[in-house]
């Protein structure tokens, strides 16, 4: 059965980089599928981040790509996110999730809630 | 402002059917498969429906979904109050080479 479970600060301030770890238990990361970030600010709908390929290759949200990082650590099938210089407008819950390759997304994890606040 | 349009909110009482529809063009839904996600409160979403009408294992077949040219739409049949939700579509845009979603749609069971 395949787990993601993201970690990171639940507090940021402002014009700071957020980092999350979304660790992923039960499948590889390098084997196959998309692996991806998708946040929703508090009371509001899904807006897609980016993706990590299992053939090394990342895309961006062209809205965000100016602040995203994704990248892998293989060996412990741990996916992260940096976004830079956070604003109140990136407060959200984020959630890393598998896409298949026809873009739907199964399983996701739980979320993890960042709140960008001085 | 979403890339997808879908109703903001529906109702319906227990055992009754509801549809929600999700807009899109052929940059996205008119040419690219189409996923709902149901988001129970205070929980992840859960895929309910993926490649257009293809329901996952363990997804009861009161939830089917279908498309046609740049619209898609979720159907719910015998509606019980446990599928209080809010309900997303997703697809990939071809153009702004990125996943979309609509902007939600929150199921009230009356």
């Known amino acids: 059965q395949v787990q993601l479970q993201e970690s990171g600060p639940g507090l940021v301030r402002p014009s700071e980089t957020l980092s999350l770890i979304c660790a992923v238990s039960g499948y590889p990361i390098t084997a196959s599928y998309y692996w991806d970030w998708i946040r929703q600010p508090p009371g509001k709908g899904l807006e897609w981040i980016g993706s990590f390929h299992y053939s090394g290759s990342t895309h961006y949200n062209p809205a965000l790509k100016s602040r995203v990082t994704i990248s892998v650590d293989r060996p412990n099938d741990q996916l992260s996110l940096k976004l830079t210089s956070v604003t109140a407008a990136d407060t959200a819950v984020y959630y890393c999730?598998?896409?298949?390759?026809?873009?739907?997304?199964?399983?996701w994890g739980q979320g993890a809630l960042v709140t960008v606040s001085s | 402002q979403s890339v997808l349009t879908q109703p903001p909110s529906v109702s319906a009482a227990p055992g009754q059917t509801v549809i929600i529809s999700c807009s899109g063009s052929s940059s996205n839904v008119g040419n690219n498969f189409v996923s709902w996600y149901q988001q129970l409160p205070g929980t992840a979403p859960q895929v309910i429906i993926y490649?257009?009408?293809e329901r996952p294992l363990g997804i009861p077949d009161r939830f089917s979904g279908s498309k046609s040219g740049t619209s898609a739409t979720l159907g719910i049949t015998g509606l019980q109050t446990g599928d209080e939700a809010n309900y997303y579509c997703?697809?990939?845009?071809?153009?702004?080479?990125?996943?979309?979603f609509g902007g939600g749609t929150k199921l009230t069971v009356l």
């Open positions: 997703g697809t990939w845009d071809s153009t702004l080479s990125a996943v979309v």
């Open positions: 999730a598998r896409r298949s390759r026809t873009n739907w997304f199964d399983p």
């Open positions: 490649d257009n009408n």
